[in-house]
């Protein structure tokens, strides 16, 4: 099955700095890599996907991209906002397999 | 409100009774996934139903976990005889259908505390 790993757990960023968070995964056949959030009392929600066929995807402050080659994605979040602070998890499906295997998680503060 | 709901939000129980969880997923999915969450961890896969046939069990779903999805539409999950490792969040999530685009939608989950 899938091992998908993620760092940092803890993240402390002055708002207006940027963030990233990076994920590696085990299953080279894996073609779809999601980003969800997640707030207090809440499920996860996606913020940004990738798939497997393109290194990059931007929207608005978020983009992620991924290296196939080394098994790795990464989230960056630019221009950092309170409302930013949340819980982050990576994902990514074992091939043939519909289901998502999910990070750790990464717990973001936005610092005043 | 056309999200993921479930049903209860807590429940705290005594440690050997049973309970069910409910979930109603987005109408247009077909597909209707059981996540178990602990603190400080991600959301770690139960099950997961294509219509009402339950395609797949983790192996780490003991047999005292058994889920439904009689009409493809709800979805129960029941612990029986619970213990006190179950407190956890139990979330579900739907996705599929023919707009499928590989997102899981989360309901806000279920939480159970065993006393």
């Known amino acids: 099955g899938e091992n998908v790993e993620q760092h940092p757990s803890t993240l402390s960023v002055q708002e207006g700095d940027s963030a990233v968070i990076k994920c590696t995964y085990s299953d080279s056949a894996s073609n779809y890599f999601p980003w969800y959030k997640q707030e207090l009392g809440k499920g996860p929600q996606l913020i940004i996907d990738i798939r497997s066929n393109v290194g990059e995807k931007k929207d608005q402050r978020i983009a992620v991209t991924l290296n196939k080659t080394a098994k790795h994605f990464s989230l960056h979040i630019t221009e950092t906002q309170p409302e930013d602070s949340a819980v982050y998890f990576c994902a990514a499906p074992s091939f043939g397999n519909e289901k998502l295997t999910f990070g750790t998680g990464t717990r973001l503060t936005i610092i005043p | 409100d056309t999200g993921v709901s479930q049903d209860p939000r807590h429940k705290i129980t005594k440690r050997g009774q049973n ?97």
Request: net charge negative; proline share 3%; glycine share 10%.
């Open chain 2, 19 to 115: 309970v069910t969880f409910r979930c109603d997923p987005i109408s247009e999915h077909n597909r209707l996934y059981w996540y178990r969450q602990t603190l400080g961890q991600g959301p770690e896969f139960l099950t997961y139903f294509q219509n009402e046939a339950q395609l797949e069990k983790s192996r780490l779903l003991s047999d005292r976990f058994s889920a439904e999805r009689p009409k493809g539409s709800f979805s129960t999950l029941e612990i029986q005889r619970t213990e006190q490792g179950d407190s956890a969040m139990y979330l579900c999530a739907s996705g599929g259908g023919r707009t499928n685009t590989g997102e899981l939608f989360f309901g806000e989950g279920s939480r159970l505390t065993v006393l």
